[in-house]
């Protein structure tokens, strides 16, 4: 079974500035899938950026970036010119590279505060 | 942009009765899940639907928990018999994926299952 563990609870940021949350996950699978999701209050998941595990290239979306170690199963995301908006819950996730539909493990996600 | 929908937005129920939440998915996606996550905790997968059948089911869906596809817009979570335990924000998701391959998940604002 697959395991996902975010150890940062909280973290908070000054706006404008750069955050990293981390996340470490554990499988024997060798195709595999990762995600950022945002939880803002209004607790609706946000897909934040998606990363194949057969890429050796980081993903980027805009001010959001990842950095994948896939040797250390190490996936953590990168948020630069922190805004207000981005105040939020972030679960990490992993998805099997399996063809069946397949479920979606999450961590126990770590809450942002970006301060003006 | 396209979006899964979920109604209603917060259902309150008493303990022992039957609840039932809607969920349209995205049309032309092929793959359905249900997700719930109590209160302060990390979100978990239910379920997964798959050409009209439950492709995948976690440990938490038990013999109290269906879903259905009554026609081909909109996907089912029934609840037989409510416990106060099933108080949580549940999460539809649908994914695009064709067979043999992977996607990404797109998921509902949720609907907050409150049991008294």
């Not at chain 1, 170690?69 to 805004?83: G, H, P, R, V």
């Not at chain 2, 109590?38 to 269906?66: A, H, M, R, T």
Request: proline share 4%; net charge negative; aromatic share 12%.
């Amino acid at each position: 079974a697959q395991t996902v563990t975010q150890s940062q609870p909280e973290m908070s940021v000054q706006e404008a500035e750069t955050v990293t949350l981390s996340c470490t996950y554990d499988t024997s699978e060798s195709n595999y899938y990762l995600f950022w999701y945002k939880q803002p209050p209004s607790r609706q998941m946000i897909l934040v950026i998606r990363q194949e595990a057969y890429k050796q290239q980081n993903a980027t979306e805009n001010r959001f970036s990842v950095n994948f170690q896939k040797a250390a199963k190490s996936f953590s995301l990168k948020i630069s010119d922190s805004q207000l908006g981005d105040t939020a819950m972030y679960f990490c996730a992993f998805m099997t590279g399996e063809t069946s539909g397949s479920r979606l493990t999450f961590g126990e996600g770590t809450q942002l505060t970006v301060n003006p | 942009e396209p979006e899964v929908t979920q109604t209603p937005s917060h259902q309150v129920t008493q303990m022992g009765q039957e609840v039932i939440l809607r969920c349209v998915p995205i049309s032309n996606h092929l793959y359905f899940y249900w997700y719930r996550q109590i209160l302060g905790q990390k979100v978990e997968f239910l379920v997964s639907f798959y050409n009209n059948e439950i492709s995948e089911k976690s440990e938490i869906f038990d013999d109290q928990f269906s879903v259905e596809r009554p026609d081909g817009s909109n996907f089912t979570l029934k609840i037989r018999s409510t416990k106060l335990e099933d108080s949580a924000m549940y999460f539809c998701a649908s994914e695009p994926r064709q067979r043999g391959s992977t996607d990404t998940q797109y998921f509902g604002p949720g609907t907050r299952l409150t049991v008294l």
